[in-house]
């Protein structure tokens, strides 16, 4: 058994035997000198050639239109493009004309030419268009040697190909019904192959350095698209890890219709889920897995994360780049962006001060409203990047009115400075209040009239509530957000939000519990916003609920004795939520 590690380009996990693809290889490309008049006739061997080109790349289009979206379509346009184009079409006619050269040769001297061009671009997606070049030189070259004959033919069982590297129309000439991934040595995560592969939705690890080397065609390999590796010959402990992997891949993606929003439910109702995500990480797993917005951005990393404490510039252009790609997840998406989070156990030198008891210490909001200071420069930089999406303004820790009245006037004295400067930015910019100490959810009526939106903070606010601090394995037993106290502080917190017209989300870990995420949608919270690996299965359990089932499910406990446990209580809404969706075990395993 052999594990190679590579680039995780299209997800998905595939398992069958090898299929090793030799491409084109060269195709031959004779060079001679034309007679003296014979350039007309190569002329028209060149357009025979460009016209043959051009039916094949327009029977791509319309096979690719029939099985795939508009985005897959855009490699061959683009061929089309280049095949269209009179500079480089005109540069071949010269040599041909004025240098005498055969069609092959003119073809293969301007391509040539323009590839190094393309391939000295330090930007990595131009770079790639070099394998849109090839391909359409390659096109030509074929056409014009009359060669017919395509290496996939003998790609006749479902087989993992693999290969050096893929041209697009090599990736797409392949009979998929025989595709199960891709396995190439080259390649990249913005190649040709990787586009196509994701819209295929075949799975596909590129990057893999000599594998073409390492297998031989009929071995066993498995490949995971998802965390970027393959397996050739696996031992059986490894097969039967991966079916286990692929069947519950396979149930996600069942349950999941193409092009239904994330959050969707059986008849058509609508949870939003968001991701959580801070500075320093991957953004783009948040968008593969259907994210809709971003519910919490944990902008404290960006302190953890440095030995420095961060600039307004260094933090504007953290908010700026979050706020950019957050606007790339759809038309109505926002981002949330909470403001420094230190204290309890996020210890940042030279900032906190050791405290007999952090979590109850001087955390959050209130270690901002004590350093006006960071939290001006702060508020600044967020404003800033408001002028670049749908910016929001999230308090942590709020517990009581004055942290609101005196948050909001910081806020107006950025607003004012950034005025003074004639800087852009939001004006109508939303704030919100965390709902994570239980005197924020018995006040929330009061609150609401405040802020334009709540988002409970599950983590702290059952750490508060139950008095368990939340990183210590002796009460852990503790966390218990189905404890009926719990249950009214977040109905409380649902009610207050729905009485004033503002909405409410749940940002804690428990939203994206597979029992207790349905059941606070079920209370009437608006958006989950919970860390992109979960999304999947969320996604899933929401499509098999109807709104009915919500209404039914949100009275569960109370039908419950009164003395039930937290534990009971969320045995029983477990066995509803499995009742309705298939597989739930294996889902959620
Ligand atoms: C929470 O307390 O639930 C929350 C989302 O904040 P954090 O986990 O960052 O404290
Ligand atoms: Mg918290």
Redo the contacts with the bound molecule.
Sequence with gaps: MEVISGLATARGFAAGPVFVYRGDGDIPVPEYLLEEGAQDAEMQRLAASMLQTRHYLEDMISTLRERTGRKDIRVFECHLMILEDPFLMGEIENWIRKGRLNAEAAVRKVFSAHRAQFGKMNDSYLKERVHDLDDVERRLLKSLSGSSQEPYMELKAPSIVVADDLTPSETVQLPQEYVLGFATNGGSTTSHVALLARALAIPAVTGLGDVTSRVTAGETMLLDGTNGNVTINPDEAKAKEFEHLMRRHRLLTRSCAAGTPAGTLKDGGNVLIFANLHPGIAFEAAKDQGARGVG?Y?SEYLWLNHETEPGEEEQYEAYKKAAKFASSLGPDASITIRVL?IGGDKVVRGLTVKEANPFLGNRSIRYLLSNRDVFFTQLRAILRASAHGNVKIMY?MVSCMEELDEAAKILSEAKASLDAEGAAYDREIETGA?I?VPSAALNAEAFARKVDFFSI?????VQYTMAADRGNDMVAHLYQPFNRAILRLVEMTVEAAKKHGIPVAV???SAADPVAGPYWAAMGVDCLSMSATYMPVMATIFSHLTKSDLEEYAKLPSSLPVEATAAEIQTACRAYIASKVPDFDELTA
Excluded: V, Y
């Design positions: 919490l944990r989070d942590p965390m994570e903070g599950t983590n702290d606010l940002c804690g870990e």
